[in-house]
């Protein structure tokens, strides 16, 4: 049961993590990109593990929901960041 729990913690914090890369490899420079794109592959080993140890059903329920919710959620809190940015900016200016 533990397992499963860490599991899902495990894929929704890599949905978070692959988000992450993304951005910076868009937005940062050569070194904060690709040290981005080294940690999210290399902690994809952890989820590929884990994927290993349950059955294809639960696999792709996990794997499904997390990414669906996880880039949800990750969308949400860049959207929030852009919105804070913009109050900051417009209260800098009054």
């Known amino acids: 049961m533990w397992d499963l729990l860490i599991y899902i913690l ?10 992450g890369r993304s951005i910076l490899v868009i937005k940062a420079g050569k070194l904060l990109a690709s040290s981005a794109n080294c ?7 952890v989820v590929v593990k884990y994927i290993t140890e349950y ?11 997390t990414n669906f919710f996880g880039c949800w ?5 860049c959207e ?7 109050l900051k900016m417009d209260l800098t200016k009054v």
Not at 80 to 86: G, P, S, T
């Open 10 to 19: 495990v894929s929704f914090l890599n949905v978070f993590l692959h988000i």
């Open 39 to 45: 940690v999210t592959y290399t902690f994809s080993a």
């Open 55 to 65: 059955e294809m059903s639960t696999v792709l329920f996990i794997a499904a929901s």
């Open 73 to 77: 959620l990750a969308m949400k809190v």
């Open 80 to 86: 929030l960041e852009k919105v804070k940015k913009l």
